[in-house]
T-cell receptor, first 114, second 113 residues
């Protein structure tokens, strides 16, 4: 199984809502990543988890709250988002952050904030 | 972080080889060169990576200049399904604590039937 599964595929939420994005992998990877991608732009790194601990936060606003409950799961909790947060949110994983290893990406969650 | 420079877009005819260039003049000795591509409405997918020697796999070949300041991704026979944005990325094997996979602007490859 070389898949990274993200749910839901689409999400529409109001600015006062609380929602969560979920990412799952069963490849035994110990590094997991969240990215945000706006239309026609490259993915922007948000967070990196290594061995279930947050190792990198790219100055992301606190309305985005990541969580790694175990080595297979990565969540992104959303609260009080703004319309400009509408984007494709991508999850990725790789083995032990070794630079020689490939990263696997999910298909993303397309988020619309209304 | 070492930066990469790629052309914004390229065009190629179907069934012909495609050479996608990437400049990384500030590459360090511990940087791997990775290539990913992103097809429309999909997440990025790994294509190939290398350190110093040229590499081949079922998807593509990677030619690395002797001074490592540039590299070229080679698609040997492009199909319409290869139309995507191709990203050249450097990953440092030493700075394990800060393993950021940082995407540049990439090259949008158009394949003409």
């Amino acid at each position: 199984d070389t898949e990274v599964t993200q749910t839901p595929k689409h999400l529409v939420m109001g600015m006062t809502n609380k929602k969560s994005l979920k990412c799952e992998q069963h490849m035994g990877h110990r590094a997991m990543y969240w990215y945000k991608q706006k239309a026609k732009k490259p993915p922007e790194l948000m967070f990196v988890y290594s061995y279930e601990k947050l190792s990198i936060n790219e100055s992301v606003p606190s309305r985005f709250s990541p969580e790694c409950p175990n080595s297979s799961l990565l969540n992104l909790h959303l609260h009080a988002l703004q319309p400009e947060d509408s984007a494709l949110y991508l999850c990725a994983s790789s083995q032990d952050k070794q630079a020689g290893s490939e990263a696997f990406f999910g298909q993303g969650t397309r988020l619309t904030v209304v | 972080d070492a930066k990469t420079t790629q052309p914004n877009s390229m065009e190629s005819n179907e069934e012909e080889p495609v050479h996608l260039p990437c400049n990384h003049s500030t590459i360090s000795g511990t940087d791997y060169i990775h290539w990913y591509r992103q097809l429309p409405s999909q997440g990025p997918e790994y294509v190939i990576h290398g350190l110093t020697s040229n590499v081949n796999n079922r998807m593509a070949s990677l030619a690395i200049a002797e001074d490592r300041k540039s590299s070229t991704l080679i698609l040997h026979r492009a199909t319409l399904r290869d139309a995507a944005v191709y990203y050249c990325i450097l990953r440092d094997i030493v700075r394990r604590r800060d393993d950021k996979i940082i995407f540049g602007k990439g090259t949008r490859l158009h394949i003409l039937p």
